[in-house]
């Protein structure tokens, strides 16, 4: 029992390390751009959860034709919409406590979407403002691990790559993140 939490500690210790490493990235003007599909990203880290969280249950819609490269591309270093898309998956999945997690990929007058919904504890009302501080955890996450770094970071990167997004949280009924991302200019 103690060699299982003191080794939580460390992977959560490396994931606070391996975020820091990130941030510091984001400050990086000169970053290496090329089209990245957006429904591919999904897949992969479906993938990684799989592993973290066999019990998982993410249900994926995409309503754009897989063939329409334009539509599901995005110009961007791929690393960071990754690490947003992860950790934003990874806290839908996490705070679900098993109940289903839905992710849409379709498009609008705005171009291609993101929605992720899950039907976990949701952000009480009164902390929305306080989501995009690092090191912030809403008062009704108990007994949920992490370390109030994933979200302010995914929303860090997304703003940086110009990826809007609207939340939408209700305690107990759970969280929707709808992600806007820009039309390609190739």
Known sequence: ?????????ILQMEKILETLIIISDLKEEKQARKLTRVDELIWEIISKMRDVYPQAKVLVHVNVNPEDEALLSVSKDPTQ???????????AIKYSQGKNVHIELYTNERGLCLAIT????????????????????????????????????ALRILNKNKIEYRIH?????????ILYFPQTAY
Do not use: C, H
């Open 1 to 9: 029992m103690l060699a299982e939490k003191l080794t939580q500690q």
């Open 81 to 91: 919409p990754w690490i947003a898309l992860f950790n934003l998956i990874d806290n």
């Open 118 to 153: 899950d039907q976990g504890i949701g952000i009480p009302a009164d902390q929305m403002e306080y989501i995009s501080k690092p090191f912030t955890r809403a008062d009704n996450t108990g007994e949920v691990r992490g370390s109030g770094i994933g979200l302010s970071l």
């Open 169 to 177: 949280s209700e305690v107990n009924i759970g969280t929707r993140i």
